[in-house]
């Protein structure tokens, strides 16, 4: 346990390598423990052992990675949980969630009530070499069985300079992550599941879809996000891109529309076995021969349906008929952006249950 205080870490970083050990604030206090990279360590933390728990503090200014998950050996990692974690100002992903070259990967962990943030001082200090804008909230590399809830992500984007990662991004073959009632508020991108169609990844002795050639991303649940922006740099809020068997239920996918905006949510690739379901959202693009199961979703939503659209609340109104009493019952709907299920007669469109 950690005092308050703002804590310099070396240039080396700080390794997590022994299994079952917890760092966390002893005051419970995120935002009265920081663990201060100065920009001078590539990762402020990385964690290589199972059932590492980090907790309630804060990691900013990482040259790269505030917090860089991968197994350090030939033995898969499993059991890692990020909980009221404040992600602030990557170079980098915030996240990074890696396998090794020689077959060990990093399963089953969980980003539960954290806050990952770019800030105007943080956004000068991002990685252009790759592509313009290397930076984003979550990247996580063939992983399987990840829970992303309950986080809030905000103004990870690049203004001009090229196009962001996503605030959550599994792919190269990662499987069953489920992402939901997340608040996703002026980032560059939301959720992604897969890039590309020939992006080698983790293969399954079990070959779930034998038909597709480097899935992107295998099976997995989108559910019950907040996605808004309001600024010229969104591009696009949901993305599957040879992500067979996801599930994008009940998410409320809605911008301005600014110059850069492509789609709410957008498939591509072969993505079979797919479902979007119960979304709110501007539009909805299928291509590269992508199809999908997509059935009570409302595009051109209007903003006037929303509590308070103009600053990313989008909690229904009364008076939000085209969404309210408008959707279909489905099996893994999971629980509102509120906690509370989809059940007040026929199930709302969107992330948010009006009652």
């Known amino acids: 346990?950690?005092?308050?205080?703002?804590?310099?870490?070396?240039?080396?970083?700080?390794?997590?390598?022994?299994?079952?050990?917890?760092?966390?604030?002893?005051?419970?206090?995120?935002?009265?423990?920081?663990?201060?990279?100065?920009?001078?360590?590539?990762?402020?933390?990385?964690?290589?052992?199972s059932n590492t728990t980090i907790a309630e503090l804060t990691v900013t200014r990482a040259v790269n990675h505030p917090i860089h998950v991968y197994p350090a050996a030939t033995t898969s990692i499993t059991g890692m949980r990020f909980y009221r974690v404040r992600f602030i100002d990557g170079g980098e992903q915030f996240l990074k969630i890696n396998h090794s070259s020689n077959g060990a990967y990093p399963d089953d962990g969980t980003v539960e009530c954290s806050y990952f943030e770019m800030t105007d001082l943080g956004r000068p200090?991002?990685?252009?070499?790759?592509?313009?804008?290397?930076?984003?909230?979550?990247?996580?590399?063939?992983?399987?069985?990840?829970?992303?809830?309950?986080?809030?992500?905000?103004?990870?984007?690049?203004?001009?300079?090229?196009?962001?990662?996503?605030?959550?991004?599994?792919?190269?073959?990662?499987?069953?992550?489920?992402?939901?009632?997340?608040?996703?508020?002026?980032?560059?991108?939301?959720?992604?599941?897969?890039?590309?169609?020939?992006?080698?990844?983790?293969?399954?002795?079990?070959?779930?879809?034998?038909?597709?050639?480097?899935?992107?991303?295998?099976?997995?649940?989108?559910?019950?996000?907040?996605?808004?922006?309001?600024?010229?740099?969104?591009?696009?809020?949901?993305?599957?891109?040879?992500?067979?068997?996801?599930?994008?239920?009940?998410?409320?996918?809605?911008?301005?529309?600014?110059?850069?905006?492509?789609?709410?949510?957008?498939?591509?690739?072969?993505?079979?076995?797919?479902?979007?379901?119960?979304?709110?959202?501007?539009?909805?693009?299928a291509r590269d021969g992508a199809t999908a199961t997509a059935d009570h979703n409302l595009e051109s939503t209007p903003t006037t349906l929303f509590a308070d659209f103009a600053n990313g609340d989008l909690h229904l109104k009364a008076a939000a008929s085209q969404a309210v009493d408008q959707g279909a019952t489905d099996a893994k709907a999971g629980l509102d952006i509120d906690g509370l299920a989809h059940d007040n007669g026929a199930p709302d469109l969107g992330a948010h249950e009006y009652r």
Not at 23 to 30: K, P, V
Not at 144 to 149: D, L, M, S
Not at 215 to 228: C, S
Request: aromatic share 10%; net charge negative; with cysteine.
């Open 1 to 49: 346990m950690l005092a308050d205080g703002t804590y310099a870490i070396p240039s080396t970083g700080v390794t997590f390598a022994t299994a079952g050990v917890t760092l966390r604030s002893e005051s419970g206090n995120s935002e009265a423990v920081v663990l201060d990279g100065a920009y001078s360590t590539d990762e402020v933390l990385r964690v290589t052992a």
């Open 125 to 285: 200090h991002v990685e252009r070499t790759p592509g313009g804008c290397y930076t984003g909230g979550i990247d996580g590399h063939g992983s399987r069985g990840w829970v992303v809830r309950l986080n809030t992500f905000k103004n990870i984007y690049c203004a001009g300079e090229g196009l962001a990662e996503h605030a959550v991004h599994f792919w190269t073959g990662s499987r069953d992550t489920l992402v939901e009632d997340n608040l996703m508020l002026n980032c560059a991108r939301g959720v992604g599941f897969g890039l590309g169609n020939a992006t080698a990844g983790r293969t399954y002795p079990d070959s779930p879809y034998p038909s597709v050639t480097n899935a992107g991303h295998y099976d997995g649940i989108v559910r019950n996000n907040f996605i808004w922006a309001n600024h010229d740099y969104f591009d696009t809020g949901i993305g599957l891109e040879q992500a067979p068997g996801v599930t994008v239920l009940h998410n409320s996918v809605v911008s301005t529309q600014g110059t850069s905006f492509f789609s709410s949510i957008d498939y591509r690739f072969s993505t079979p076995g797919a479902v979007v379901r119960n979304n709110l959202t501007v539009r909805i693009t």
